[in-house]
């Protein structure tokens, strides 16, 4: 199984961007996903969580500029970041729980990360 982001890229604050996440591989359900971000000296941190019923949770400095959503056919989770600030630069990392099938334990998973830069 793999989950494997896209969507990172530098741009001017202020400005938008969207990441994306796909798993893949042999899944019989996707439980929680989410997206954690680590910044350079620090740890990485939740940013944003969805379940598999659509309930989302976003950490304080995102709120009412981020939106998390999925599409559970495409095992995707998508994070759709506007009003950027330099302070969420950051590698970006998909995160997601994930049974291959019956008999099969829930297991978590991460992305690669993907690079975002936010220039003041």
């Known amino acids: 199984i793999q989950l494997v982001e896209s969507g990172g890229g530098l741009v001017q604050a202020g400005g938008s961007l969207s990441l994306s996440c796909a798993a893949s591989?042999?899944?019989?359900?996707?439980?929680?996903m989410a997206w954690y971000r680590q910044a350079p000296g620090k740890q990485r941190e939740l940013v944003a969580s969805?379940?598999?019923?659509?309930?989302?949770n976003y950490v304080d400095s995102v709120k009412g500029r981020f939106t998390i959503s999925r599409d559970n056919a495409k095992n995707t989770v998508y994070l759709q970041m506007n009003s950027l600030k330099p302070e969420d630069t950051a590698v970006y990392y998909c995160?997601?729980?994930?049974?291959?099938?019956?008999?099969?334990?829930?297991?978590?998973?991460w992305g690669q990360g993907t690079q975002v830069t936010v220039s003041s």
């Open positions: 591989g042999k899944i019989a359900r996707v439980n929680d």
């Open positions: 969805i379940s598999s019923q659509g309930v989302t």
């Open positions: 995160n997601a729980d994930i049974r291959r099938g019956v008999g099969f334990t829930l297991r978590n998973y």
